[in-house]
């Protein structure tokens, strides 16, 4: 259990679907995070929030819509996506540590929401 | 360009042995921190461990220990006589100042496959 949590786990979704992941985190942090993992490839960051403040937009197709209306909720809005979106898509929370001497730099994240796009 | 970099895609190995997981960053900053991570089947990163740039000391956890070498921008990670708990993917990540910290570069992550 690492004070995140994400749902749903999985989600099968057609290419005209409108859905939408969670994340909440219960850790007392100020910044979260969107990652994508793709098979084969590394860990792709695509959205960072900090104080609820958009500060990364990591080239994100408009396709994907975050939305972030508290420090400790996250949301993925999806809307009209392709086969290749199909992956795990992985939501992670720190402490702002812009400047970062005091804190560990450590993300913690949730078990991830595994999508399929057909 | 990858600035982490983990050539091993896939390490099999029987249970007691050991496992050495490489990892080659690459940054001009002379402020950074290297992480690693171990993301077991459920999906979720857990945090193994935090390095700073300029502590080059290594560092044993248990059974765990990383290998840091500024000189070949090194952070290797060993894990001695494995257990089949320890199947997972394992990720290298680099952090730098000009960045938000929690803005990880991931390398491609190594694949530990413990048998019994």
């Known amino acids: 259990e690492t004070g995140v949590t994400q749902t749903p786990r999985h989600l099968v979704m057609g290419m005209t679907n409108k859905k939408s992941l969670k994340c909440e985190q219960h850790l007392g942090h100020n910044a979260m995070y969107w990652y994508k993992q793709s098979a084969k490839k590394p860990l792709e960051l695509m959205f960072v929030?900090?104080?609820?403040?958009?500060?990364e937009n990591n080239s994100v197709p408009s396709r994907f819509s975050p939305e972030c209306p508290n420090s400790s909720h996250l949301f993925l809005h999806l809307h009209t996506l392709q086969p290749e979106d199909s992956a795990l898509y992985l939501c992670a929370s720190s402490q702002d540590l812009r400047g970062g001497i005091l804190g560990t730099g450590e993300l913690f994240f949730g078990e991830g929401s595994r999508l399929t796009v057909l | 360009a990858q600035k982490v970099t983990q050539a091993q895609t896939e390490i099999s190995v029987v249970e007691k042995e050991d496992v050495t997981l490489d990892c080659v960053y690459e940054t001009r900053d002379t402020t950074y921190y290297l992480f690693w991570y171990k993301q077991p089947p459920s999906g979720e990163l857990v945090f193994l461990i935090r390095?700073?740039?300029?502590?080059?000391q290594n560092e044993i956890s248990g059974r765990y220990s990383w290998n840091f070498q500024k000189s070949t921008s090194s952070f290797n990670f060993t894990i001695t006589a494995s257990q089949v708990v320890d199947s997972a993917v394992y990720f290298c990540a680099l952090s730098e100042p000009n960045d938000s910290w929690g803005k990880l570069q991931f390398g491609a992550g190594t694949q530990v496959v413990v048998t019994p």
């Open positions: 390095r700073n740039s300029f502590d080059e």
């Open positions: 929030y900090n104080f609820k403040e958009q500060t």
